[in-house]
């Protein structure tokens, strides 16, 4: 068996803590909006650049390490920029710098309050994403996930009304247990194996287990991470965050905060259980199962909400579970489908946020029932709308198609033919709910003329580019950042046990 090289380096270290550095110079600019949104700005773009730094070596086979504290043998808080990692961070600091760009908008537009301490929790969710994504092992994944978990909170309830307050409430109630859990899990883990280090394949290596304490172990697992991952029943949570600004149900509810929980799914099938211990006790239908449940019922109440946020979320709540089933399915083409899930829903669903985020900005329209004929005032805005629509329902050419080829062609690879019936009614029913919106926003007429058109420069351009991006992703899914081939070494890794 050989493994991948590993060499001490202080990059994964260093694109950790940019952010963070940034956060007091973000405190200390509260008077100075051009300075502290440079700090912003400065933060974001170092962070991308440390991370894509990473991926020459990460696509050689040749991986970063740091260890930040070795607490005793064999158990340390380190960062390891494995091929998983470095696809995920690359996801992460690259929108940031866009919603940072909309963010500064979007808060102007607006005239938030207390935008300081938006921008300034901001940074230190990116920088605990950072860690997740480079987490060498379950103690260091937890110690970030818990980071996130409390520094998203100002964020939920940001606008401090009382619709807020309680949407905040519930996140921490829902996020703090999965915390608890997740602790309990990784103790169990540590009792069993002797490690907490992940690794491609699984790390329990020839422990015996019963039945039911695997079982056990693993529904653990499964409420620490499938909280974030909004898997149902665990996923009220999300569409209640919905009452946080824009651009954090964008990048925290479509990206950083949800995908941590997906990215953890993936990380205890592949790296902690690993496919054979899957397979043998049946785990994987398990996790099959509530992911399909999830994906089906999520887009049945997708129909049912007005408010366009809203369906977004629950939107969203049903395209994560696409990756916790090609996680489940175990097959090649399964695992690349769902890791390619990651980076296509973020480029698609950020897309769409943004969207919902310059219509509210602009005109103060929440409801779809409100966006008759808003096409003709903000084609920039309702014409990438359509893009990501489009691709969330899996048509070509848009980077959505391409995710959800690869899952039913994993579903094929697995000999599963109700996962493949579950993608074809998920993409029917996908198109159901968001036909609606763009046929109001084209071909009907408003009941009262809109008074304004676009948003901002600096709220328009992030939504052409994301949508861009969706789309070229979508044609070459290699283009720029390499995720097919990095998908595609990760699934290899786990199906082959040749990980670190």
């Known amino acids: 068996m050989t493994y991948p090289e590993i060499y001490r380096s202080f990059i994964p270290f260093y694109a950790v803590m940019v952010s963070l550095i940034a956060v007091p110079l973000i405190m200390l600019s509260s008077r100075h909006a051009n300075l502290r949104e440079f700090w912003t700005l400065a933060a974001s773009i170092v962070k991308f650049s440390l991370v894509f730094l990473l991926l020459p070596g990460a696509l050689a086979g040749r991986i970063a390490g740091f260890t930040f504290w070795e607490i005793s043998p064999g158990i340390a808080l380190a960062l390891k920029a494995d091929q998983f990692g470095v696809f995920f961070a690359l996801i992460a600091s690259g929108l940031w710098i866009l919603t940072s760009i909309y963010s500064i908008g979007y808060v102007r537009g607006l005239k938030e309050h207390k935008q300081t301490r938006y921008f300034a929790s901001f940074a230190v969710c990116l920088s605990a994403t950072i860690g997740i994504a480079f987490a060498a092992n379950l103690l260091t994944f937890v110690f970030f996930y818990e980071i996130l978990t409390i520094a998203t909170y100002p964020l939920v309830i940001h606008k401090e009304t009382k619709v807020a307050i309680a949407a905040g409430r519930k996140y921490l109630v829902y996020t703090l247990t999965a915390g608890v859990l997740l602790i309990a899990a990784t103790a169990w883990t540590y009792r069993i194996a002797g490690t907490v280090d992940f690794r491609a394949g699984g790390l329990f290596g020839n422990a015996s287990f019963s039945p039911s304490a695997i079982t056990v172990l693993f529904l653990l697992f499964l409420g620490g991470v499938g909280v974030k991952a909004a898997i149902m029943p665990l996923h009220s949570w999300l569409p209640a965050a919905m009452a946080a600004p824009t651009p954090v149900s964008a990048l925290l509810h479509a990206v950083a905060v949800v995908k941590s929980g997906v990215f953890g799914v993936v990380r205890v099938v592949g790296f902690v259980f690993g496919p054979a211990l899957m397979r043998q006790f049946d785990l994987n239908i398990l996790l099959a199962t509530v992911a399909g449940v999830t994906i089906i019922l999520a887009s049945l109440l997708a129909f049912r909400q007005d408010n366009l946020k809203h369906r977004l979320a629950y939107s969203t709540v049903g395209h994560l579970s696409y990756i916790v089933l090609g996680a489940a399915l175990l097959s090649p083409a399964s695992l690349i489908g769902g890791l390619l899930h990651i980076a ?91 036909a609606p919106i763009i046929y109001r926003a084209f071909l009907k007429k408003p009941a009262v003329p809109f008074d304004h058109g676009e948003a901002s420069p600096a709220m328009v351009i992030p939504i052409v580019i994301t949508a861009l991006f969706s789309l070229l992703l979508g044609l070459d899914p290699d283009l720029f950042f390499h995720f097919y081939r990095l998908a595609a070494t990760v699934s290899g890794s786990i199906l082959g046990g040749t990980g670190p």
Not at 409 to 425: K, T
């Open 344 to 434: 296509n829903h973020a480029t698609m669903k950020i897309t769409l946020f943004f969207c919902a985020g310059a219509i509210y900005v602009r005109h103060h329209k929440e409801k779809i029932s409100e966006l008759d004929g808003i096409g003709r005032v903000m084609p920039w805005t309702m014409g990438a709308f359509t893009v990501g629509a489009i691709g969330l329902a899996g048509i070509p050419p848009i980077n959505g198609f391409v995710s959800k080829w690869q899952l039913g062609l994993g579903a094929l690879q697995a000999d599963e033919i109700l996962p493949l019936a579950v993608l074809v009614l998920s993409g029917l029913l996908n198109a159901g709910y968001f």
